[in-house]
C-alpha cells in the first residue's frame, strides 16, 4: 500500500479538529495508566499511536473516543468537551470485531437504521446507485458474503465488516485500535486501503498500532507513547528518521529493555 | 416393578381410550401452565433486559431478591395467593379463588423470577459482549434491549421451556387456590395427588407417566424449533 497525498485542504464532513488532551489522568487500582497526558492534534490525515504494550494506546484511544472517562484532565474535540455528540461523530473499531448475531447485511443495517444515522446522506463513490449497505459491502468485498452469518466470516472478513460498520455512521474521526492485528496481508491491504480513502474524504484517522512497516505506509503524524505519557508527537518523517527520545530509537530497533516493556 | 408395568399398561389404555376426564385434565393442564408462562415471560423478560442493562439503585437488591424467588415454596405462594384472592382478602371482589384463573396466577408468581432471573443472566453476558460497541455507536438503550433480546432469542426459549417445566409439575399451590374439583380445576398434578391418596397408585402413577410424555413432547416440539430455527439463520 502506497502512502496516500496529502489530505484534502476542505473536508467534506467538516473539520473536527482540533484535538486537545491536558493534563489528563486515568486511575485504575492506585496505577495511573495515563499519566498527565498532553496532546494536541491539528491536522488532518492519518496518525499513527505508537508504543510498547501497556504503554497506554488503547486507553487514550477509549478516552478521546469518550468510551471510558478520565480521573482528571480534559479532552475537546473542536473547542468542545468530548461526550455523546461528539461520540456520534466518530467511529472506533476494535482490536477484536464485536458482531452481532445475525447475518453480514443485517450488522450493517443495524448501524445504518440507528435514528442518529437515517438522516446521513452518505457519497456513492462507485456512483452506481446502490443501497448503502450495498456500497459499503462492495467496499469491503463483503457484497457476496452479505447473507452469511457474520461470526462464521473469516478473522479478516470480520474486521472488514466491522470496518464497513464504522463507516456506516459517516465519521468524521475514524479510530482503529490494533484493527489489523493478525489479518493476513490481503485484509490487511483491503482495509489499508479504505483508511487512506477516508482520508481523502477528509476523515481524521487515528490507528494504534505495533506494526512498523504499517505505520510507516500510512502515518502523516506520530503519536509516541511509554508509561501513560507522550514522548513524542511529530510528524512520521522525523519520527522515523530522527526519533528524539532514546526510547523512540529502542522501540524502533526493537531493542526496548525489558522494564520499560513491563512498566508501562 | 409389577406396579410400574401395570401403571403403564393403564396409561395407554386411558390415553387410547379416549376418556373424556383424561383429556379435561390434560386440555386444563396444558392451558393454565401456558398460560402462567405466557404471562410469565411477558412480566419477567421486560423485568430481566432491565437488570441486564440498567444501571439504577437497588439493581443488586433486586438480583438477590429475584435469585432468592426462584425457590419459592409452591406452598407458600398458594398460601399467599389464596389469602389475596380470599373473600376478605384485597383481591376477594374478584371472586377468582378456586378456578382456573387463580392457578395461573399463582404459576406466574411462582415461574416470572425464575424467567426474569435466567433471561437476566444471558442478555447480561450478551450486554457485556456488545456493550463497548453499543456505547462506541450511540446505541439508544431500547434499541440495545430489543437488539439484545432478538439475538438471545433461542436461548430465551430454553429460558421458557425451564418456565414451562416447572409451571405443568407444579402441585402444591395450584391445589390450594384451585382446590382440585372436578371438571373446573382438575390438573394433571392435582388428579396425582388425589389418586394417591385414595391409594389408587396404578392410576397414579398412569397419570404421571402420561404427564411426563405430554412435558417431554412439548419440551422436543420447541427443542426442534429452536434448533431449526438457528440452523434457517445459519444457512441464510
Known sequence: ?264 | MQDILQSLVLAVNLVFSGDSDLFEIIGLSLRVSFSAVVCSVVLGLPLGSLMAVGNFRGRQSLMIVLNSLMGLPPVVVGLVVYLFLSRSGPLGWMELLYTPTAMIIAQVVLITPIIAALSQEILSQLYEEYDEQFRSLNVPRWIAVRALLWDARFNLVTVSLAGFGRAVAEVGAVMIVGGNIDHLTRVMTTAIALETSKGNLALALALGLILITISLIVNASLFFVKIRSEQHARSQ
Not at chain 1, 450493517?108 to 438522516?119: A, D, G
Request: net charge positive; proline share 5%; hydrophobic share 40%.
Open chain 1, 1 to 264: 500500500m502506497s502512502k496516500t497525498s496529502n489530505p484534502p485542504a476542505i473536508p467534506i464532513y467538516g473539520n473536527p479538529l482540533p484535538l486537545e488532551v491536558e493534563a489528563l489522568y486515568h486511575c485504575i487500582n492506585g496505577r495511573n495508566l495515563i499519566d498527565g497526558l498532553n496532546l494536541k492534534l491539528e491536522t488532518m490525515g492519518i496518525t499513527v499511536v505508537m508504543g510498547s504494550n501497556g504503554a497506554g494506546k488503547s486507553i487514550l484511544l477509549r478516552l478521546i473516543h469518550g468510551l471510558l472517562q478520565p480521573t482528571s484532565g480534559s479532552i475537546k474535540w473542536g473547542g468542545e468537551m468530548i461526550g455523546p455528540a461528539i461520540r456520534q461523530s466518530q467511529s472506533l473499531v476494535f482490536q477484536k470485531p464485536i458482531l452481532l448475531r445475525r447475518t453480514v447485511s443485517q450488522n450493517l443495517e443495524f448501524v445504518l437504521k440507528l435514528p442518529q444515522n437515517q438522516s446521513k446522506k452518505r457519497p456513492n463513490p462507485n456512483g452506481e446507485g446502490l443501497a448503502m449497505g450495498d456500497q459499503l459491502l462492495k467496499m469491503v468485498g463483503l457484497r457476496s458474503k452479505s447473507n452469511q452469518l457474520a461470526r462464521s466470516l473469516s478473522g479478516g472478513e470480520q474486521q472488514r465488516l466491522a470496518l464497513a460498520r464504522a463507516l456506516a455512521t459517516n465519521p468524521k474521526v475514524l479510530l482503529l485500535d490494533e484493527a489489523t492485528a493478525s489479518l493476513d496481508p490481503a485484509s490487511i491491504s483491503i482495509i489499508e486501503g479504505i483508511v487512506c480513502k477516508q482520508k481523502l474524504l477528509g476523515v481524521k484517522v487515528i490507528i494504534v498500532t505495533h506494526d512498523l512497516a504499517q505505520a510507516k505506509r500510512l502515518a502523516d503524524d506520530v503519536v509516541f507513547m511509554s508509561r501513560g505519557r507522550i514522548l513524542e508527537n511529530t510528524s512520521a518523517e522525523t519520527f522515523f528518521s530522527q526519533p528524539n527520545t532514546q526510547v523512540a530509537r529502542d522501540y524502533l530497533s526493537g531493542n526496548l529493555s525489558f522494564e520499560e516493556t513491563n512498566a508501562s
